[in-house]
């Protein structure tokens, strides 16, 4: 088991997955600096709407394990930063500090494996067909790896606007099959 600070969001990030953020909260610029100094990254949890925050059940127990890969001077002087998921964890137990930062219990989850039986190919194509849309996504990945299905299915998972207890059941699976006859059915 290990400590991880936890940012929690609305949205997701998986590994191999990239995301833009803007940092202001005092507590959030606290834990930024210290993973950058420390070399340790963070945590990128998604918010539970219908949980109690006073005992920290507004955090669902699936995050994913984050550094920082670049930051700058926002024009409007907020710290911007780029991060990068690493690996999936499980939170067992979360700590509030003194200034609200959350510190979380966590343990490693399992990787996926790929699995030769599936067929991501349809799933594959509409992913590219979205970076090709939206060159906003497009340029937060200048090596996209659209042969990798555990890849491109992350990437859906990120992009999907479904419920964050609907995600969380995908990223708990032990594999990926399910999810991708989920989103090969979504994307027909």
Not at 64 to 87: A, N, P, Q
Not at 141 to 163: A, C, H, K
């Amino acid at each position: 088991m290990f400590t991880l600070p936890l940012f929690p969001l609305s949205a997701h990030v998986l590994p191999q997955g990239r995301m833009a953020l803007r940092i202001f909260e005092p507590r959030y610029v606290r834990m930024v600096k210290d993973a950058c100094a420390a070399q340790t990254g963070f945590g990128i949890c998604m918010l539970n709407a219908n949980g109690d925050k006073t005992r920290n059940e507004h955090i669902h127990s699936v995050g994913t394990l984050v550094k920082v890969i670049d930051f700058d001077l926002l024009s409007d002087g907020l710290l911007g930063i780029t991060v990068e998921g690493e690996k999936c964890f499980s939170i067992q137990h979360i700590d509030t500090e003194h200034d609200g930062l959350r510190l979380g219990q966590c343990t490693l989850l399992p990787a996926w494996q790929v699995q030769p039986q599936s067929d991501a190919s349809l799933i594959r194509q509409r992913l590219v067909d979205i970076f090709e849309k939206y060159p906003e996504i497009q340029a937060l990945y200048p090596s996209p790896s659209f042969d990798n299905p555990i890849w491109v299915i992350y990437r859906w998972l990120e992009l999907l606007p479904v419920s964050a207890e609907q995600k969380q059941h995908f990223i708990q699976q032990s594999d990926y099959v399910k999810t991708i006859d989920f989103l090969t059915q979504l994307v027909k």
